[in-house]
């Protein structure tokens, strides 16, 4: 099930507020005439063939790989860099022997690298100008 390597909706729908609203290949979206159905997610050659006639778009379900393309790989914090982390059970900005500002793996890496983004957004660690330009 594509749910369990996407972002979450809420995740989805923060990074937006936010000011991150890149390309992705998938979305989440709810079937027009059947409300009362769970929300699915599908993808990019989907949407195209049924477009707004069938679905309700209600944000972007992004992949790990397409958050990685936009996560720094070193943040300045309190004048010290901090370098991106990837293990097995977790994904954080830290020094050397140091795992400061981290997000645990609780349900898949592309919401974990939501919610680290998150949390540089909303604490000003991630120029806005790095988001709001296209690669």
Not at 39 to 46: A, G, H, Q, T, V
Not at 60 to 87: F, R, S
Request: hydrophobic share 35%; no cysteine.
């Amino acid at each position: 099930m594509l749910e369990k390597i996407t972002t979450s909706l809420e995740n989805s729908k923060r990074l937006k507020e936010l000011g991150f609203d890149k390309e992705s290949i998938f979305y989440w979206s709810i079937r027009i005439k059947e409300e009362n159905k769970p929300r699915k997610i599908i993808d990019l050659k989907e949407f195209k063939a049924y477009g707004k006639l069938v679905y309700q778009i209600e944000g972007k379900a992004y992949t790990a790989d397409e958050l990685l393309e936009y996560m720094p790989n070193i943040v300045k914090i309190n004048g010290e860099n901090y370098i991106l982390k990837i293990t097995k059970n977790k994904v954080y900005y830290g020094q050397v022997n140091v795992g400061n500002y981290y997000q645990e793996i609780k349900t898949n890496l592309s919401n974990a690298l939501a919610e680290l983004l998150i949390y540089l957004l909303e604490n000003k660690l991630y120029a806005q100008l790095q988001i709001n330009n296209n690669k």
